[in-house]
């Protein structure tokens, strides 16, 4: 099969970059001609004044990447097309490029941007559903993008022409949601169910199973206050007695979680700042547990997978797609988010029981070799493709369609 993947890199780093790296080798290994196109926002760094305005239009409209896709679908006649992220220097326009020339797509619902303008449906460090459950306007009223209420309105703007457009509808063959809770929370707010099929993210190659002795907590992640850190940070004071906690990773709130660290006299806390994927994983290798405190729907948090395959068994908040992805008891603990006492609790009760969290951690293990391997992964891949195939356009609207009146819901 001939397949074209299509991704924007946003100028930080993150899980969908990890993803679209590795679903492409993936993809090769087992034999297939894969073709990418790839743009980047840091094209914005570069950019005039002048030109920075072109860009922010082409958000709602990229005339050169519809352009390019065009060329690729002609000249080199992909089988399918996979898209991660067109946000925001590809934009959705590519999805009728697509369609025109008889293309299916597949898009990877890795966020929810199709839904909040921020992607996170996250506000002040907690939940916040007021554009799907109320409209688009109430994020342009807080600004919640950039801290800008005009960068905010440019989304939204994006968000309300594609939706009056049916561009998510119509032009789209078939969805990947990673997790059960996002297809309902995506079905809910407008998209056909019978697109959206579920594939959780992998991990590859298998880092194996952790030999060494765990001698410490640890969280892996971006530092920005979605992801919690500061809520840990308060949980780890309340501890009747210290817990070594290593911190990898790095973000916009580092400076001050160092500085609450200093406060707080936690001594205990180490930050190791970005690492590698390699010395990401040997560190988690030797960890107890890991923590994953966020305060928001997190799309798929990869490091959870991760501590899966190295028999570490995973702290998460009971808030969104974690209640599915970690069992109770079984594969991690679940604790409230955002309540420092309940996640102080856990986190002792964890330390204080090193051979229960060990036979967590095989079972996390298994969870891993059963569902979040390359091959179980590749193997639901190419269902989802052959399904695209077969039915690349076939959506049938109906008179005062449901899924229009829910999509038009939240449009300003």
């Not at 899980?15 to 926002?41: C, P």
């Not at 798929?300 to 395959?309: D, H, I, Y």
């Not at 988010?337 to 298994?366: F, I, S, V, Y």
């Not at 179980?376 to 269902?383: A, C, E, H, R, V």
Request: glycine residues 6%; proline residues 5%; aromatic residues 8%.
């Amino acid at each position: 099969m001939k397949i074209l993947i299509v991704h924007n890199f946003y100028q930080q780093p993150g899980g969908e970059d990890v993803v679209f790296a590795q679903e492409r080798a993936l993809l090769e290994r087992k034999g297939h001609t894969v073709l990418t196109y790839t743009r980047s926002n840091h094209e914005l760094n570069d950019a005039t004044a002048a030109n920075q305005l072109k860009l922010v239009k082409n958000m709602l409209w990229a005339d050169d990447s519809r352009r390019d896709i065009q060329k690729l679908l002609r000249e080199e006649r992909p089988d399918i097309v996979h898209t991660h992220n067109t946000f925001f220097t590809i934009s959705a326009s590519i999805f009728g490029a697509c369609k025109d020339a008889g293309v299916p797509v597949v898009q990877t619902l890795h966020n929810f941007r199709i839904l909040c303008p921020v992607s996170t449906l996250c506000r002040n460090g907690a939940v916040c559903r007021e554009c799907i459950d109320e409209s688009l306007l109430r994020g342009v009223r807080y600004g919640c993008y950039h801290q800008s209420k005009s960068k905010t309105a440019a989304v939204a703007l994006m968000l309300a022409a594609h939706r009056a457009r049916g561009t998510w509808v119509k032009e789209v063959s078939a969805y990947i949601a990673l997790t059960n809770f996002a297809k309902r929370l995506f079905v809910e707010n407008g998209l056909p169910e019978e697109k959206i099929y579920v594939k959780p993210n992998f991990v590859e190659p298998d880092p194996k199973r952790s030999t060494v002795p765990a001698q410490y907590a640890i969280f892996v992640g971006r530092l920005s206050p979605e992801k919690g850190v500061s809520t840990m940070l308060k949980a780890w004071k309340l501890l009747p007695t210290p817990i070594p906690l290593k911190i990898v990773g790095d973000g916009p709130e580092r400076a001050a979680l160092e500085a609450e660290v200093r406060r707080l006299g936690l001594q205990q806390v180490d930050f190791l700042g970005r690492l590698d994927r390699a010395e990401a994983l040997q560190y988690l290798n030797g960890a107890r547990f890991a923590l994953v405190p966020s305060l928001w729907y997190e799309g798929f948090a990869v490091v959870l997978v991760e501590s899966f395959a190295c028999s570490v068994p995973v702290l998460g908040s009971r808030l969104g797609a974690m209640q599915e992805l970690i069992r109770d008891g079984v594969t991690g603990l679940h604790f409230n988010p955002g309540d420092t006492h309940d996640l102080a609790q856990r986190a002792q009760w964890a330390w204080d029981h090193p051979q229960e969290m060990a036979d967590m951690g095989a079972n996390a293990r298994q969870e891993y070799l059963t569902k979040y391997t390359a091959d179980k992964n590749y193997d639901i891949l190419m269902g989802i493709y052959q399904k695209a195939l077969i039915h690349p356009y076939s959506y049938r609207e109906p008179a005062r369609s449901p899924t229009e009146e829910a999509l038009n819901r939240s449009m300003p």
